[in-house]
Every structure is written in C-alpha cells, then in structure tokens.
Nanobody, 121 residues
Framework: QVQLVESGGGLVQAGGSLRLSCAAS????????MGWFRQAPGKEREFVSR???????AYADSVKGRFTISRDNAKNTVYLQMNSLKPEDTAVYYC???????????????WGPGTQVTVSS
C-alpha cells in the first residue's frame, strides 16, 4: 500500500505564501504522477496541479503563475509552493498518486488525508 501524508498547511494572510509537502511511504512512487487537489466546503474536489515522473507539470488556470509543483524522487516527496495566496485558495489540500497523470481525480488511486489551508483577508 502507498501512504501519503501532507504537511505545511496553516493560516496566512492574503498575499502570503505556504509550502506544502507530501511524503510517500509504504512503497516508492516510482513511475507515478503526483497531484495536488483541493476541496472547499460544499464544493467538489478540484484539480490544482500535477507533476509526472519525467517532470512535466500542469496547473489549474486559477493557480497558474502563483503555485509551483516540484518533486524530490530521492526523498519520495512532492511539494506545492503557493505564493500570492487569495481567500479563494482556502480549502483542504490533498496530495495523490496516479499511474496516468491527468487532471481528473478519478485517475488518482492513492490519497493523503489532507491539510487545511486558510487564507484571511
């Protein structure tokens, strides 16, 4: 089994930054794409970003230019650097692993428990 655990969430003011981390254990995620999704109360879980094994990246339009995804395969860890945060970014953020590397949550087999990000005005 693959286990993913997020960290780095918290409360920040609008315009601030946070760096989320997701550590994998139980097995290596070699060959997997890693993604970040988020879910606000009353809304569906939405795609934020993903990075494939080879390093290609993709972002939701709402975060382009502000968020950066990266991974350290030697540490089995994926990161999400979030800059210029907005109140609309408030959500629980989840990391996930996929064998297909798309933007649909149904493509992601393994999920972490999530970490709360709250952005105040």
């Amino acid at each position: 089994q693959v286990q993913l655990v997020e960290s780095g969430g918290g409360l920040v003011q609008a315009g601030g930054s946070l760096r989320l981390s997701c550590a994998a254990s139980g097995r290596t995620f070699s060959g997997y794409a890693m993604g970040w999704f988020r879910q606000a109360p009353g809304k569906e879980r939405e795609f934020v970003s993903r990075i494939r094994w080879g390093g290609s990246t993709a972002y939701a339009d709402s975060v382009k230019g502000r968020f950066t995804i990266s991974r350290d395969n030697a540490k089995n860890t994926v990161y999400l650097q979030m800059n210029s945060l907005k109140p609309e970014d408030t959500a629980v953020y989840y990391c996930a692993a996929s064998q297909t590397g798309g933007t649909d949550r149904r493509e992601y087999r393994y999920w972490g428990p999530g970490t709360q990000v709250t952005v105040s005005s």
